[in-house]
């Protein structure tokens, strides 16, 4: 019993003077200090007590709408026909060939497009006044994304201990 005892008080002897005999330890000049971190009373802004208004909406143009109804026309004279009306230039590439069948009441023009190209193996692009009209072939097409700019770096270790004993 007189050995427990001993144990015990040497262990807390132990800890007790463990960390008072150690110098306490140096701030480095980058560390943040507390009178750094406070700011002073007066650098608060103010609460805003006016918000700026924002502009009244305005009313944005409805877009054109047409009504084309056809029953087995050549996809080339229904393309003419409809950037006739909506006052494009047209380019249709020559080897864009097949027939359409559409009934659309009140459609706008991509609309309209994008029925047509359903039927027919064409595919679009409205390019401020000119209406580009060519197969519907493979292309390549280059799209900007903003990556995080990280490197990652981990490593791992594996063991595996066994012992087979007889």
């Not at 009178?35 to 103010?46: H, W």
């Amino acid at each position: 019993m007189a050995i427990k005892i001993t144990a015990v008080c040497l262990a807390t002897a132990m800890l007790l003077t463990a960390c008072g005999g150690l110098p306490p330890a140096k701030v480095q000049d980058a560390h943040i200090h507390s009178e750094d971190a406070i700011a002073s009373p007066g650098s608060i802004p103010p609460p805003v007590q006016i918000a700026p208004s924002l502009p009244k909406p305005r009313a944005t143009a409805r877009a054109e709408t047409y009504s084309v109804v056809v029953n087995n026309v050549r996809v080339q004279e229904l393309l003419f026909a409809l950037a006739r009306d909506a006052k494009l230039n047209v380019d249709i590439h020559p080897g864009v060939t097949g027939s359409v069948t559409l009934n659309a009441i009140d459609q706008t023009l991509p609309q309209l497009l994008t029925r047509i190209s359903r039927q027919v193996d064409m595919r679009y692009e409205v390019d401020g006044p000119n209406l580009i009209v060519m197969r519907d072939t493979p292309f390549l097409r280059n799209y900007r994304i903003d990556y995080l700019n990280m490197t990652r770096i981990s490593t791992s270790q594996l063991g595996i201990s066994s012992q087979v004993a007889t």
